[in-house]
């Protein structure tokens, strides 16, 4: 699963080592009985090359939905894997926090139920506000800050019973208390328990208070200290968690780093770190598969980032569309690195046939999912960077959207 640009990038990697990826169809890792689903892969690999099957070196997912069977197909394939019988620990929000809980590392205060009254209970009894989404769905899907019953009643109305971003039916919620802090976002692969951070990035917590969805503003590469390196390793070990890429969301509270949750996969979006740090994920990733004696003599931590780096995600508050010169403005700032998310397969103009900027439509901005794109920015003079970001946020107020007539009479200029 996962997007193609990942997908390619990893291949790209491996390749380097002189090693194959083949890509599995999503539908064809989800739960329908494990050896059935070893011989339609066998049936499929050998479609595409016959002596697949008997090299196969590694088995990764880039979706949630896929977390459980990649571990029982690696399993099947004798290739280094995750415990299929914890990937529950790994997938379910609500039980991976129970994992954490049972080995003595902090974890947040919440409860899965599939009970309006349950979940009101539980609000009054630890206080209001709280957050309410789906126990196994992603990228902000469902997500719902509640500040009162009726915005838990709305809250669960909306996702019970609904088919979620990763293609399962939401049949429980997760009511859980909303951490506030500095959030950060850990980026880790682990070959046989031995865990090693590619890059750590930080922003201002995307759930606030006074908020509804889940609103990303900006994320800055950055570098761990101790009890944040520590605290990433204590959850991998607490989730079973000993292969692969792992993508975690950290608050560090009053209390210390707090889990919000962990993704058993790489991170959501195109590597962002390589031009600061040298490698990213998807590098270190194919190194555990390929060579894991070099992964193994790779520092547990990031190097020292060369460059300042953040990602802008962008905001609308309107129905509209983000149009073509807005695009080319935004590459021309002097800090711009790469468009990100949504935007992803835009790059400035090389006179190449396809290569140029198309409106987008955009809508009013409420969570991940309807961000029209990220901005990712990197210098070396952080007072450079940040007038960047401030000309992207002045734009965003003025005119970098416009409205939706102006996109053309069929809309044949929107990506």
């Given amino acids: 699963g996962g997007s193609e640009g990942k997908r390619r990038l990893l291949e790209e990697y491996l390749q380097q080592y002189g090693i194959r990826l083949v890509f599995c169809p999503s539908n064809m890792m989800q739960d329908r009985g494990s050896m059935h689903m ?42 280094p894997c995750n415990d299929a019988a914890t990937s529950l620990c790994r997938r379910n929000k609500a039980s991976m926090h129970e994992a954490l809980r049972s080995v ?31 126990v196994d769905s992603s990228g902000s899907d469902g997500v719902r800050v509640c500040r009162c019953d009726q915005d838990i009643e709305q809250a669960v109305a909306s996702v019970l019973n ?19 802090g500095v959030e950060f976002v850990v980026n880790t692969v682990s070959l046989n328990g031995h865990h090693c951070i590619t890059d750590v990035w930080t922003g201002p917590p995307k759930c606030q208070p006074d908020g509804v969805g889940v609103i990303f503003d900006r994320q800055d590469l950055a570098a761990p200290n101790q009890d944040l390196v520590e605290y ?33 996969r790489a991170s959501g979006d195109l590597p962002r770190c390589r031009a600061s740090l040298g490698r990213d994920q ?16 790779l520092p547990q931590e990031p190097p020292p980032c060369t460059m300042q780096m953040a990602a802008i995600f962008l905001r609308s508050d309107c129905d509209g569309i983000l149009p073509a010169s807005s695009l080319e ?7 711009f690195q790469a468009f990100g ?4 397969n835009f790059r400035p103009p090389t006179g190449k046939p396809g290569m140029r900027f198309r409106d987008v439509r955009v809508g009013p ?37 416009c409205a939706l007539e102006a996109a053309g009479e069929n809309g044949e200029n929107f990506q």
Avoid at 329 to 335: A, F, K, M, P
């Fill in 38 to 79: 070893k011989a339609e892969i066998e049936q499929f690999l050998a479609s595409n090359d016959p002596t697949v099957c008997r090299s196969v070196v590694g088995v990764a997912t880039f979706m949630d939905a896929t977390i459980a069977g990649a571990d029982e197909l690696a399993r099947l394939f004798s290739v």
């Fill in 282 to 297: 998807l590098e270190v990733l194919a190194m555990s598969l390929a060579d894991p004696a070099a992964f193994l003599s």
């Fill in 162 to 180: 609904v088919v979620n971003a990763e293609g399962s039916m939401n049949t429980m919620v997760v009511v859980e208390e909303l951490l506030q």
């Fill in 232 to 264: 990433s390793f204590a959850v991998l070990d607490a989730l079973h968690l000993r292969h692969g890429a792992a993508h975690l969301e950290i608050m560090v509270t009053e209390r210390g780093p707090v889990l919000i949750e962990c993704n058993a």
């Fill in 329 to 335: 403005r935004l590459s021309e700032l002097r800090t």
């Fill in 104 to 134: 003595g590392v902090e974890s947040m205060r919440q409860m899965p139920t599939a009970s309006v009254s349950e979940a009101t209970l539980w609000a009054r009894e630890h206080g209001y506000p709280v957050v309410v989404k789906p």
């Fill in 365 to 401: 901005t409420d969570c991940l999912s309807t961000c029209p794109g990220v901005v990712l920015l990197g210098c070396a003079d952080a007072g450079v960077l940040e007038e960047d970001v401030q000309r992207i946020r002045d734009w965003e107020a003025t005119d970098l959207y």
């Fill in 341 to 344: 998310r949504h935007l992803r």
